[in-house]
């Protein structure tokens, strides 16, 4: 176990993780920062992030430029059988296409800099609630000490319930699944847009087309189990 306990332990890496521990650091915090996968990672996760993320990131410290490059130029809404759309009319731009991989390795590694200790590459094993502490145990053995914890995990990570923390019952879980296609070369010459195709089922379920350079993103959201969101998805996919 390290002997000096850090400030704030932050579980999970992801955009909301690595963003605190940045300002944390900023902030002369020691801060220990704990994710299950492996940094730098890769996938093929294209992401819609909003406008504001530019100024964030930036505030933040990470160069954007070779990030958010690929603003978005159009926006088309659907409804489920495809028989109306609306094309709004954006005065800026909506927002910017990008590999999600490529953001959170960027993130992380501005925490890095920052000073952040990163334990990458092993998950949480137990978490222990003192009064004045916190002590997380990590599956290869180690143990990381925190004044303070901070779980930037996912509401459907079993590891809030683990950590003492009930999840509220009015919360009704989902499942999101996407496909990405690498698009023939004859087929890159699109500016970035997104389509939505709403109210797919009663529970509100949705669908976005994400078409950047030479990819085409298809991600489904949707209630139920998994096998109902893969089909889905294929459903949606032959629409």
């Known amino acids: 176990m390290n002997n000096e306990p850090y400030d704030v332990v932050v ?7 690595a963003a605190a ?8 915090h020691r801060v220990a920062l704990i994710d299950a ?5 890769s996938g ?11 100024s964030m990131l930036q505030d933040l410290g990470v160069p954007i430029g070779p990030l958010l490059d690929h603003a978005i130029g159009k926006v088309t809404f659907h409804n489920a059988d495809f028989t109306k759309s609306a094309t709004p009319n954006f005065q800026q731009t909506p927002g910017y296409l990008a590999l999600r991989h490529e953001v959170e390795n960027a993130l992380v590694t501005t925490a ?3 000073g952040v200790r990163l334990f990458d590459g092993v998950a949480v094993a137990g978490v222990q609630l003192k009064e004045s502490s916190v002590l997380v145990g990590l599956a290869d053995g180690q143990e ?6 901070m779980l930037a995990v996912g509401r459907d990570s079993d590891l809030l319930h683990r950590a003492g923390f009930t999840r509220p019952t009015a919360i ?23 389509a939505l195709i709403l109210g797919l089922d009663e529970d509100g379920s949705f669908g976005t087309c994400c078409l950047c350079d030479d990819r085409l993103s298809v991600c489904m959201n949707c209630k139920g189990d998994e096998r109902e ?10 629409r």
């Open 37 to 41: 996968k492996s940094y730098p990672h």
């Open 144 to 149: 990381v000490a925190g004044r303070l914890q």
């Open 21 to 28: 521990a940045v300002l944390l650091a900023r902030k002369e």
């Open 112 to 114: 890095v800099n920052a």
């Open 172 to 194: 009704s879980l989902g499942w999101a699944v996407q496909l990405d296609i690498e698009l023939p070369a004859d087929a890159r010459d699109i500016s970035p847009q997104v």
């Open 44 to 54: 093929p996760c294209l992401s819609w992030f909003s406008a504001g993320a530019a």
């Open 11 to 17: 579980v999970g890496a992801g955009p909301a993780g």
């Open 229 to 238: 969101a893969n089909e889905a998805l294929v459903s949606l996919c032959q």
